[in-house]
């Protein structure tokens, strides 16, 4: 909000609103609420910081000018500002012809997202009028992991916590993954990687982030849906960046659901300057940008050598006995925070000569001793045949730091004289024959797949995980060896 302190009398529509009767229901709150944003953005040169202290002084200097019903209203909301601070694309959504069942809150990064969510939640446990008829008591919290949920859902700074004051905030106990508010409102936190963890336990209402990037999304999702079964009315909210899975776009095409969009600019007064000078500098107007900035749903790039459709049909819950296991390794120039991240990829193929990916475990700004370390601990972790490690950046060094890990891991160097199209060429064909399935989800990894075209990645950057996949495929499928049998 802009900080001022001139204010202007309100003008004769605050007069106007229909009396406040102990009757209404959440709609009729909302519209109220709606009239009132409407008539503070109008009567009023700007909004102060703090809306507390303006709504006060409204209530205590404007006795003449407000309707009895106006200052009632105003009574219920000052302990409450944030229905009046909140964008619109914040606020729950008022019914339509068919009342709402989910709530997507689609939008960039930072476009305060989880606060939309947290807000919510704070409002339905309390019973807020404009939110809903009777208090939620059973919450289920549903994350990518449980530090994904603790972390940014329950701890963080827009986070469920935060946004109570001392005397309303629940007690939070991580060990239990559990919030308790004094009112007898519980909160629950789950794991999308355990979907069998939703099974049994039963809610008022749930809030699940960021569902795009969950492994198991569509099981998580079933499990959640059928635990929602609580209360006058069981409701869930959606807080995503989105990407094209197929559950993300079933969702905002459902009758039952109410959408809602934001872009990361929209929340600009609450983000540093720097970061938006260059995330917009470098990405507006490009696919990741429009995904990632501007909030949208972006379909498959048209010149991908991959596409969603296919990967999805090539989805499997498990492997069979694999005759050959690699992990390979993309390795970064360095490790300072401006550099690639290192591709780390495992994958198998079986005795008929289908292969599978079984793990992408990427990561950035690691020091050498460390992306070895952690392809060590993958290779040891699925009983892996080799590594193999490609030997552009930094020749000999890469296989070195791997060996100074384990002397006797096999390392198979590889080093690229074809292009990075030229060489994905071939693995993306052995997609489209059906002879690659994807073990679980792997949204990252799929989203360079699917936007990788013969420019390369959108944005200029560099397909770390891409590369790793395909030094894997390439050793695995492309390289001619007798198989033999094993079991992961």
């Known amino acids: 909000m802009r900080s001022a302190a001139t204010i202007r009398r309100p003008v004769g529509a605050m007069s106007t609103t229909p009396k406040i009767e102990e009757g209404w229901n959440p709609a009729h709150w909302m519209r109220f609420i709606a009239n009132l944003r409407l008539t503070l953005q109008s009567s009023f040169e700007t909004v102060e910081a703090e809306l507390q202290p303006l709504l006060a002084r409204i209530l205590a200097g404007l006795e003449n000018s407000l309707s009895p019903e106006w200052r009632e209203g105003l009574e219920r909301i000052v302990g409450d500002d944030w229905v009046l601070r909140a964008r619109a694309d914040q606020l729950q959504p008022q019914a339509g012809p068919t009342d709402w ?152 095409e459902d009758p039952l659901t109410a959408l809602s969009r934001s872009r990361t600019g929209d929340n600009a007064q609450n983000l540093a300057p720097a970061f938006l000078n260059h995330v917009l500098g470098r990405y507006a107007g490009t696919r990741l940008g429009r995904q990632e900035i501007e909030g949208e749903i972006v379909e498959d790039r048209a010149d991908a050598l991959w596409t969603r459709d296919g990967i999805e049909a090539s989805r499997v819950r498990a492997a069979p006995p694999l005759a050959r296991i690699v992990v390979a390794v993309d390795p970064p120039a360095s490790s300072s925070k401006r550099a690639d991240a290192c591709g780390i990829v495992a994958a198998g193929v079986d005795e008929a000569g289908v292969g599978y990916v079984l793990a992408d475990e990427t990561a950035s700004e690691l020091k050498p001793p460390e992306w070895a370390a952690k392809a060590m601990a993958l290779y040891r972790r699925l009983e892996a045949d080799a590594l193999v490690v490609e030997t552009n950046q930094g020749g000999e060094m890469a296989t070195g730091v791997i060996r100074e890990v384990d002397p006797a891991v096999p390392v198979r160097a590889v080093r690229a004289s074809r292009g990075k199209y030229l060489r994905a060429e071939p693995v993306s064909v052995l997609y489209a024959q059906g002879r690659v399935r994807h073990v679980g989800a792997f949204p990252a990894l799929e989203d360079e797949l699917c936007d990788f075209g013969p420019g390369g990645l959108s944005g200029t950057r560099s397909p770390d995980r891409l590369d790793a996949l395909v030094w894997a495929l390439t050793e695995l499928m492309l390289r001619e060896r007798p198989p033999r049998v094993r079991g992961l």
Request: proline share 7%; aromatic share 8%.
């Open 101 to 252: 069942t989910t709530w997507l809150v689609m939008g960039g990064r930072g476009a305060g997202k989880t606060r939309t969510g947290a807000e919510w939640v704070r409002g339905m446990v309390h019973g807020a009028p404009w939110l809903t008829a009777q208090p939620a008591g059973r919450v289920a919290l549903v994350a990518e992991t449980f530090a994904d949920a603790r972390h940014v859902m329950v701890e963080g700074p827009a986070g469920i916590l935060a946004v109570h004051d001392a005397a309303s905030r629940p007690h939070w106990s991580p060990s239990q993954r559990r919030l308790a508010w004094a009112n007898g409102a519980v909160g629950y936190v789950f794991s999308a990687e355990d979907p069998d963890s939703l099974r049994g336990p039963q809610f008022d209402i749930a809030w699940a982030d960021e569902l795009a990037k969950w492994r198991h999304v569509e099981e998580a999702w079933d499990m959640l849906q059928f635990g929602l079964r609580l209360g006058l009315h069981p409701r869930e909210i959606v807080t995503i960046t989105p990407r094209p899975i197929p559950l993300l776009k079933r969702l905002a």
